[in-house]
């Protein structure tokens, strides 16, 4: 781990970040990141080790990573009170599985310092947007692919989700699959299971980039296999709003406060998991 930054006194922040190769020795070529945002132990009733982790999985098309989806989603968590872990994972021409072995290996450096950042190990969640999106849900849909296992020595239990948040999540659409090179068996929808852990989702109705027809897809093959979840569909807004707040916003089209309200939704739903 490196440290980069700290804030003290009473509010104090831990934020550094874990390389790749950190995460996992077989991931050394990876250029891939993890942050880690969290409130550092100061004898507070919260600080008794039981608090949510997220993994936040930002968007970009698998071409980069949103801006508007990393740091502001995490000081977010991170102000209700659970702990937030960012990663940056490899992007375009790098291919399937790559992106899927970076965040397994991220889901369980989490769960193996749990102790440390202060959480319980049975209470990480994944939350992804858009690309990041598709990305978690390959998580909570394949944590038991052999890939796992043969690759990075990973069992299932390690790499599952306890919970998962998914905003306007890439669930079906060919031309942000085919790239990574395998488009049919990455369709998210046709891979639903019964295990999936409990699912939060939103979406807005005018997002023209990835269409919420991918979100409603997924909340239905949620609903016929019998997992928990919760959705939430907005009219108003275009695609990566991120928290759809002022943090957040690249614009005033990406502004709309009443979309923001996910954010806490989100919070109250993850909380009651």
Known sequence: MRAARQRGGKDKMEYYQVPARSLHRDLGESKGALWVYGRSAAGLLADDGSRWGVLILPGGGYERIAPAESEPVALAFVAAGIQAFVLSYSLLPVGWPAQFLEGAAAMAWIRSHAVQLGIRSDRVAVCG?????????????????????????????????????????????????????????????????????????????????????????????????????????????????????????????????????????????????
């Open 129 to 273: 947007f858009s690309a990041g999106g598709h990305l978690a849900g390959c998580l909570c849909c394949l944590w038991d692919h052999p890939l796992l296992r043969e690759r990075l020595g990973l069992a299932p239990e390690q790499v599952r989700p306890d919970a998962a948040i998914l905003g306007y999540p890439v669930v079906n659409e060919a031309r942000y699959l085919a790239p990574l090179g395998a488009p049919e068996k990455l369709k998210l929808d046709r891979r639903m299971r019964g295990d999936h852990p409990p699912a939060f989702l939103w979406a807005t109705g005018e997002d023209a980039t990835v269409p919420v027809e991918n979100t409603l897809d997924y909340a239905s093959a949620l609903r016929r296999a019998g997992v928990p979840a919760e959705l939430h569909l907005f009219a108003k807004g275009p695609h990566a709003m991120g928290l759809a707040d002022r943090e957040s916003a690249r614009d005033m089209a990406h502004y709309n406060s009443h979309a923001a309200a996910w954010h806490g939704l989100c919070v109250d739903w993850l909380k009651g998991v």
